[in-house]
Structures are given as structure tokens and as C-alpha cells.
């Protein structure tokens, strides 16, 4: 089963610039999605095939996706970007959907 | 306006069998190239991906899941269900359910999701 590793946490202060990683195999094979996810609601998709934005999401977030790492980057930090963050792949090698273990994402 | 809905018990005894619909407004699963999918979250835990079926009938299911899951379509109704069967308190969650737009994992909408609790 293919594992994506995210770090538990991550803070930032308003207006700086985060960078949540999402660590694979190889996973520049791979097409990674992001997901904000705030508490008591659904996640939302905010960045799909590693770098692209669903219509509505603020182009302050963008995605990128090389040798081992995707990076999700947050550019100039709101206080309602304060919110857990999930990557996610489709492993077409075995036919299985995977999520990262998300990390939650501090305004200061 | 696409919307998804999840409906089934709150509540299951252990050893029993989940059951759960999810209806869909504003699109036909029948006649669409999307996948539904079925998502759990355990209580302040992290998301995991239950299984997905392409509007063909095709199914794909979490290989640690896969001996106790069954997701179909119910095109009549304009739905699709979840069944797991043999829960444990393990599987106590919020249970969402998803379309899937270009892969069986790519979830672009979302039911707001139900919690099923797991006891006797």
C-alpha cells in the first residue's frame, strides 16, 4: 500500500507564505490533490493534477509535485486559511486511493 | 447544482452490517463519466478512501476494507450505497460521500457526511 507522509503541524503568521509538503515514492509519478478541511465541514478540493485550481479557489494557492515531495504553498497567509490540509493520490498502479494523515495548518 | 446527501443509522451494533445511501440531485450517475465515492473520517482522526464506483458499475475498494465493503448503484433512485459489513468500534466515523471528477479519488463535491457510531 503506497503511503503519503505529511508533517502534523504547521504555523504561520499572517500575511507569510506556508509551505505544507507531502512526502511518496516517487510520487512525481503520481497526480496529487489538496484538501482544506475546516471543523465540523467537508473538506473542499483546493488544488487537483498537482498544480491546478477548481474554479473559485484563490490563486494564492498553489501546488507543485517533484522527485519525492508535493508542496502545497499558501501565499500570504489569511487568518481563514486556518484549516487542516490533506494530499491525496490515485496509485493507478494498484488501483487505490490514498490520503495523507493531513496537517493542520496555525494562523498566529 | 449537483448536491450529495448522505441517510443511514447513527447508530450500529458490533458485528452488524452498515448501511448507507447517498442521493444524488442535479445530475444523472447514471449517464455522467464520474466516479462516487465513499470517504470515512474517524473522530479527530485523518481521511481515509473507502471505495469509488465509475457511473458503469465498475467498483475500486481500499485493499484493507475490500473483504468487507460492497458500493453500488441505484440508478432509479439516483443513488449509490455503502455497505460494510462486520463493524467493529473501529469503524465509528464520519462516513462522506463524494463524486469523483477525472479519477476514483479526485473528490470535487461532497455530502456534508454522517456519523455512525459503533456500539452496543
Known amino acids: 500500500s503506497y503511503v503519503l507522509t505529511q508533517p502534523p503541524s504547521l504555523s504561520v503568521a499572517p500575511g507569510q507564505t506556508a509551505r505544507l509538503t507531502c512526502g511518496g515514492n516517487n510520487i512525481a509519478s503520481l497526480s496529487v490533490d489538496w484538501y482544506q478541511q475546516k471543523p465540523g465541514q467537508a473538506p473542499v478540493l483546493v488544488v487537483y493534477h498537482d498544480s491546478d485550481r477548481p474554479s473559485g479557489i484563490p490563486a494564492r494557492f498553489s501546488g507543485s509535485n517533484s522527485g519525492d515531495t508535493a508542496t502545497l504553498t499558501i501565499s500570504r497567509v489569511e487568518a481563514a486559511d486556518e484549516a487542516d490540509y490533506y494530499c491525496q493520490v490515485w496509485n493507478s498502479h494498484i488501483d487505490e486511493g490514498v490520503f495523507g494523515g493531513g496537517t493542520k495548518l496555525t494562523v498566529l | 447544482q449537483l448536491q450529495l446527501q448522505e441517510s443511514g443509522p447513527g447508530l450500529v451494533k458490533p458485528s452488524e452490517t452498515l448501511s448507507l445511501t447517498c442521493n444524488v440531485s442535479g445530475v444523472s450517475i447514471s449517464s455522467s463519466n464520474y466516479y462516487w465515492g465513499w470517504i470515512r473520517q474517524p473522530p479527530g482522526k485523518g481521511l481515509e478512501w473507502i471505495g469509488s464506483?465509475?457511473?458503469?458499475?465498475?467498483?475500486y475498494y481500499n485493499p484493507s476494507l475490500k473483504s468487507r465493503v460492497t458500493i453500488s448503484l441505484e440508478t432509479s433512485k439516483n443513488q449509490f450505497s455503502l455497505k460494510l459489513n462486520s463493524m467493529t468500534a473501529a469503524d465509528t466515523a464520519v462516513y462522506y460521500c463524494a463524486r469523483g471528477e477525472h479519477t476514483p479519488s479526485d473528490f470535487w463535491y461532497w455530502g456534508q457526511g454522517t456519523l455512525v457510531t459503533v456500539s452496543p
Open positions: 464506483i465509475y457511473y458503469t458499475g465498475r467498483t
